[in-house]
């Protein structure tokens, strides 16, 4: 059965460097959202994307959130200068067209230091 | 927007027991309600949906969950469960309709289920 897959599964990282999480949805969806989870807390959405282009963001994806689709299969977010409040797992999630269900990779957990 | 309340941080069973993980929602619209589920190290794995139609639905693994729009909930239940069910479960909504196929989900803060032998 197609998955969604994630890589780093863990990175720890200093406060104040860029991390880039990645992603390979599954191979026909054309929706693709990230959402964090810090420890203790609900899952958040972070953005979706489409067609190349954010769809929505919510009020935690501030500027030193970024995301690409730089190719037909990875879909990536960068964060640009980690602070520890990002500490969180990240979760990646794709659909496809027609369906209003997400499909959701087994997550990267982010440790800022 | 909308919000999602699970109850139950934590409910413990004993095997070949009944449970129900409850799942209140608050919405100005109608939704989409979902179930997850997330064994240890793992993503989240859909359990169920509910999209429209028949208000009782049925997911993997013998789980089901009934729909309630006057009393706003959409609780999880299983009439006899297992060791394996042991997971965090979440449940999620996100607004329906037409052109909405990219909507946002909102999560509960998850029940952590753990069954006994």
């Known amino acids: 059965e197609p998955e969604v897959t994630q890589t780093p599964s863990h990175q720890v990282t200093q406060m104040g460097q860029e991390v880039i999480l990645r992603c390979v949805p599954i191979?026909?969806?054309?929706?693709f959202y990230w959402y964090r989870q810090i420890l203790g807390q609900k899952v958040e959405f972070l953005v979706s994307?489409?067609?190349?282009?954010?769809?929505?963001k919510s009020e935690i994806f501030d500027d030193q959130f970024s995301v690409e689709r730089p190719d037909g299969s990875n879909f990536t977010l960068k964060i640009r200068s980690t602070k520890l409040e990002d500490s969180a797992m990240y979760f990646c999630?794709?659909?496809?067209?027609?369906?209003?269900?997400?499909?959701f990779g087994p997550g990267t957990r982010l440790t800022v230091t | 927007a909308q919000s999602v309340t699970q109850l139950d941080s934590q409910v413990p069973v004993f095997e070949e027991a009944p449970v129900e993980l409850r799942c209140n929602y608050s919405?100005?619209?109608?939704?989409?309600l979902f179930w997850y589920v997330q064994y240890p190290n793992q993503g989240l794995q859909l359990l169920l949906k509910?999209?429209?139609?028949?208000?009782l639905v049925k997911g993997i693994n013998g789980f089901e969950a009934e729909f309630n729009k006057s009393q706003t909930s959409f609780h999880l239940r299983k009439p006899s469960v297992h060791i394996s069910d042991t997971a965090e479960y979440f449940c999620?909504?996100?607004?329906?309709?037409?052109?909405?196929?990219?909507?946002?989900?909102?999560f509960g803060r998850g029940t952590q289920l753990t069954v006994w032998p």
């Open positions: 999630a794709s659909s496809a067209p027609g369906q209003y269900e997400q499909y």
């Open positions: 191979s026909n969806h054309l929706y």
């Open positions: 994307f489409y067609n190349n282009e954010i769809s929505e």
């Open positions: 919405s100005s619209v109608s939704v989409y």
């Open positions: 509910y999209l429209s139609g028949s208000t």
């Open positions: 999620a909504v996100r607004t329906a309709g037409r052109g909405s196929t990219l909507g946002r989900l909102y």
